[in-house]
């Protein structure tokens, strides 16, 4: 300690005098620790102190409740007119006070009071707790939650007392000061130069945090935090934390809780205890202010006592599992242009121009082949967003096609592709997926159904990865320059194939288009809808990343699996009925785990006689207003005749649309010839009739596409030519109708069907797993 430090100690000591000498009621108080009674008991492999403290019966407010605590004045704004204070200066304005604890259960007790009436909460608020570790060493400071201990919970505050005294940090300070080998504390994971570990004796829940900065110590505390469930109704878990500074480095222990008190406090029978454990008592330092709760507190007393207000097995390996486990990394292709403008978040900067110029990327004035924005903090369990592009269209050639800011968690790449630029997102498979759910649900959706969303999900886009890298590895094996065939091994990919039929004026032909997940060589995916949804954490609000995380945090890691594959899980927004075949909308063989079946219970016709006496219809039929309002964002919803629709065009109209997106002038269209159907009713194969030239059109999405000016909703239809010259199309469905029904599977869920009844329904004889092990060796660390 350094000669500033040890004045900044003596500073406290000097304030401390002169309050008790100045201040009768806390002298007393502070004279009466001097007699106090005191027992060792051992509690979980730690040796803790029992205090008899019944000056502690006068400090009432922890026994408030919330609307007393509201009726009550507030005692850190309504001061004693002895109590005087220091100003002490925390993070980005904020003051704090430092004043004289006048109900004390250490010497020196301190509380470090915001100077204005402000809520209690950690958020923002750790770094300050570190800077006063930092000025006044010697001294350890400590946080009770507003409901883990904190006696006026509507006035936000730090407490302190010397270093040294509450078992539990000493014992954490005995191991880290001799640096020894320990087996109370197990290494879990660390961000630059902070590292935290599980305290593994006394109680369960507890995790120690060591860092020399105090900003990678902060980015490590907020992702512990993220990883402990906040109860329904609080803003952040239930905890306490203990913090100190010493041998040139901050330490922190985190006890997280389940409750404030036992059912002791709460009991009117023999077991009653007035005990209401606060930090100091998760500290090790616990206080009875009855006498009789001090005589009869005996080792298993105590223990059922601190067992009950603190986590269970299971949620203490959840914190564990959260903060350890690992994620796959995927690339995304975000948006295309000449210019890609961007700002990024860690930095404080303003918005960046990159620009496509000479085959390169111009950024500030130097020409790079790519830029790479790395992500600075990896994520474990949810990653907070990094960069911001501006422009990104989303929707593209749909109804609801625009532009906007979107935001992103991750690493920012961009790359030269196809004389432009390309912003390519980096990001862990599961950060990804809280996008995806976020992007195509709406926060309101059924707990289940989001979870069967996030396995179909992840499936899909691992199965993505998994062919790509695949496709790469045949690619490099190969000698010939001459391109690869696609097989059923590979991802199916953009396939446009033009067969020229020989007619005299050149105009006939067949046009067979097959939409999928284009073959992107650069990354792995893309953004818009052909791909997934993917549009950043843009719409991740705090409800819709409260539902979107939960499922994704349910579901980490399982996809499906048929015979040792991964699942080429495929979703569409309504099946219209009954599901569509793989191969009536892509090209390959169809998948055994993608059948066309009726979307009803068990598959049965519809119309059939339920063992419940009802008929069976279609689940994607019973998806009303209320579900879609449930399930569906905003956008989604500017349309809402998902199941039976109709559009129409005149003849006129219909025929210079055909032109312009075919190429092939066909004069008036005269009529709509399906020549072959899926087993949903979908048309994969088209004769288009004009009355200069006519060709043939498939496969599903481009037929819808050459039939609109943006799509069709499905390929599910029937064409009637009017007298007054208009095409009336009729159809069912949105989407290609393969795999997952999205209305369908919210009304099961609706109707209290799990998820994984869910994917059984919709991928029949697929298999819920772990990840397989070929991205094991591609992990990293969220």
Known sequence: MGQKEINNQGELRKFVNDQLSHWPMACANFRALKGVQTRRLNVGGLDVVLQHNPARMISSAAKLDKSSIAARPCFLCNRFPEQTFIRFDGRKGKKYDILLNPYPIFPEHLVIALSKHSAQSIWKRYIDILDLSRKYQGYTFFYNGPHSGASAPDHHHFQACPSGIMPLEADVQRIWTNDQESTSVEYLTSVQDA????????????FVLRATTSKSAAKLFYRLLDCAEIPQGESEPLFNLISWYSDGEFRSIIVFRTRHRSHHYFSEGADHLTMSPGCADMGGCLIAPVESDFQKMDEKLLTEVLTEVTLSKENEQRIVRRLTRVQPHISVGIMSSDRIEFRMYPDGGGTRVATFREGKIDYDGALYDELYFEEQTPSTFF???????HGVTIGKGFHWERQETQKFAGTLKIIVENNSLTAVNIVGVEDYLLSVISSEMSPESPEEFLKAHAVISRSWVMSQILRRKEKQAEQSART?????????????????????AESGDGNSRDYVRCYDHSDHKL??????????????LTRVSEASVTAAQKAVDQTWGQVLMYEGQLCDARFSKCCGWKSELFSTCWEGEDKPYLKALPDTPGHVPVGTLLPDGSVAVPYCSLADHSVLARIFNNYDRETEDFYNWKEEYPVEKLSQIIASKSGCSIGRLEGLNPLEMGPSGRICKLEIIGSEASFTVGKELEIR???????????????EFTPEGTVVFKGRGWGHGVGLCQCGAAVMALQSCRYRDILKH???GSELSECPDNFVADERLG
């Open 762 to 764: 919709y991928y029949p």
């Open 480 to 500: 010939s320059g001459m391109p690869l065939c696609s097989n059923v091994k590979e991802l199916v990919t953009l396939v446009d194939e033009l067969r020229h």
């Open 705 to 719: 596409r050459l039939l609109s000016e943006t799509h069709l909703k499905s390929s599910a239809f029937t064409a």
């Open 383 to 389: 990653a907070e967003p990094t960069f911001e592009l």
């Open 523 to 536: 990354y792995d995916v893309c953004a818009d809808d052909h791909c997934q949804r993917y549009q950043g």
């Open 195 to 206: 590292s935290l570990y599980h305290y593994k004796k006394y109680l369960r829940g507890i």
